[in-house]
């Protein structure tokens, strides 16, 4: 039998307690007839599972180790054959090593299943190193990352330039309003202003296209990029964009971090002159912090706004409506952005 500890709490259950959900016909089989059987890998009878994220009907990822061996599996309800795609592709690319940026190796997927398997990849994430003090290193991380991906020609995937995210900001508008009718009139006004300022799309390059600030990792020598599964084509100002709105989304949460939030913010504009054009970054770092503030509510998880939600939306307003700005490099005018008081 398969052990398996749930990554929230280090409880210790077993196989049979994977959840049952029948639109996860992995997870299903895992559960049922154990990993070494799904696998085709009898060693694996000794695995540890440890589930780090479970989205009923959509997606699970557990981290399985035995002996020395450590490694991802992610099981989804869709098929996975595109994300397994970009990761082979990043590998030709050589992006998938043992040094340096990188993603998680392809180790091998299973498209009946709906399952892939990746390497493990270990380090805190960026979000972590704001909160503990080291928002610079957070920063030069997710340039690091962005100039690696700079230097190949991987077009592969769908649209993820400023109309998709357009479309994404009018659901966001939807949900915030349906929510909180008054929230959602603010954030309307703010899609007014995306829409009417509309950037070029540009050469489009291959984007995460959710590039949270949770989503890079430190390697020690360079790095790590994990969870491509709403990756495509678009202009590096995506995911520029939305590393900004998380780094945004801390300070305006925790007031302790906001120091390292702004020196975070300081080390990523200063690192990408050149490659991203700053009116454009405005625009979809804009566009992003409306996209986070209707967190769970397009998805249903929620029926209420997240906290916070208020000032991400007013911080939206700012940058959609003062490009090349950059407040958070002039004295600090991220304090002009009201904070939510609870």
């Known amino acids: 039998m398969i052990g398996v500890r749930d990554a929230r709490d280090g409880s210790r259950a077993m196989a049979s307690e994977l959840p049952d959900d029948p639109a996860l016909p992995g997870l299903r089989k895992i559960m049922t007839r154990g990993l070494a059987q799904v696998m085709s890998e009898p060693e694996l009878e000794l695995a540890t599972l ?4 479970y989205v009923p009907g959509s ?16 099981i989804y309800a869709d098929d996975p054959s595109a994300e397994a795609e970009v990761y082979r592709r990043l590998g030709v690319l050589g992006l998938a090593g043992d040094s340096g940026p990188r993603v998680p190796r392809l180790l091998s997927w299973d498209r009946d299943q709906k399952i892939l ?16 003090g080291k928002g610079r290193r957070a920063g030069e991380l997710a340039v690091a990352w962005l100039r690696a991906a700079s230097g190949g020609d991987v077009r592969f995937g769908p649209r993820r330039g400023c109309g998709h995210l357009l479309y994404q900001v009018g659901v966001s508008v939807g949900a915030l309003t ?11 006004r703010t899609a007014k202003v995306l829409e009417r300022t509309l950037p070029e799309e540009g050469t489009p390059h291959l984007v995460h ?9 430190d390697m020690g020598d360079g790095p790590g990029v994990i969870d491509w599964q709403q990756f495509g084509q678009g202009p590096f100002e995506v995911d520029a964009g939305m590393f900004l709105a998380t780094i945004s989304r801390a300070a305006l949460r925790h007031q302790e971090v906001a120091d390292e939030a702004t020196r ?4 990523f504009l200063e690192g990408t002159r050149g490659l991203v054009d700053p009116n454009t970054l405005e625009w979809y770092w804009a566009a992003a912090l409306l996209h986070l503030a209707a967190s769970g ?11 916070g939600a208020h000032s ?28 939510d008081q609870s």
């Open 59 to 74: 997606r699970a990822t557990l981290e399985a180790r035995v002996a020395d061996r450590r490694f991802v599996i992610k």
């Open 297 to 307: 509510l397009k998805t249903g998880l929620r029926t209420q706004p997240i906290l």
């Open 209 to 217: 296209g959710t590039l949270y600030a949770r989503h890079i990792l």
């Open 178 to 188: 349906a929510a909180n009718p008054v929230l959602g009139a603010t954030a309307k």
């Open 312 to 339: 991400l939306v007013r911080e939206a307003a700012w940058h959609a409506e003062h490009p090349l700005a950059f407040p958070l490099l002039e004295g600090g005018a991220q304090g002009d952005v009201p904070r």
């Open 264 to 267: 975070a913010t300081e080390a």
């Open 50 to 53: 440890c589930m780090h994220n």
């Open 117 to 132: 398997v990746l390497s493990w990849l270990e380090g805190p994430s960026a979000s972590q190193l704001v909160k503990d």
